[in-house]
């Protein structure tokens, strides 16, 4: 089968709608199409643009070439977490003592009754 837009990870069918509202309908559009004139399309920042783009690109290749594939790639997950997975992101609370006000105020609180 004939890979479509939708087949990008990270297109649904609202952001094929969008793209067909602005007249991009085909893969071969999406590929020819600047990081600038998709970044005006509703849904799309200019790394968005960026990555569809090139993912566009790929995919027409992989078909010119013969070797289509319909199983999604490792790269299109670390692209949208920006390469942090979920390790990094509870490593940030370690590193902040994962207190919030309460446990800076409780700390407060255990100086001031010492004090008496």
């Given at each position: 089968m004939k890979p479509t837009i939708i087949d990008i990870p990270g297109i649904g069918?609202?952001?094929q709608g969008t793209l067909a509202e602005h007249g991009i309908r085909t893969l071969r559009k999406l590929a020819g199409t600047s990081v600038t004139k998709l970044a005006?399309?509703?849904?799309?920042?200019?790394?968005?643009?960026?990555k569809v783009i090139?993912?566009?690109?790929d995919l027409l290749a992989s078909t010119v070439s013969g070797i289509a594939s319909t199983a999604p790639d490792d790269t299109g997950k670390?692209?949208?977490?920006?390469?942090?997975?979920?390790?990094?992101k509870k490593g940030k609370k370690g590193k902040k003592g994962g207190k919030g006000k309460k446990g800076k105020k409780n700390k407060k609180n255990k100086k001031k009754k010492g004090k008496k």
């Open positions: 069918p609202a952001a005006t399309v509703p849904g799309f920042s200019e790394a968005r643009a960026g090139d993912a566009a690109s670390k692209d949208k977490q920006g390469g942090k997975g979920k390790k990094d």
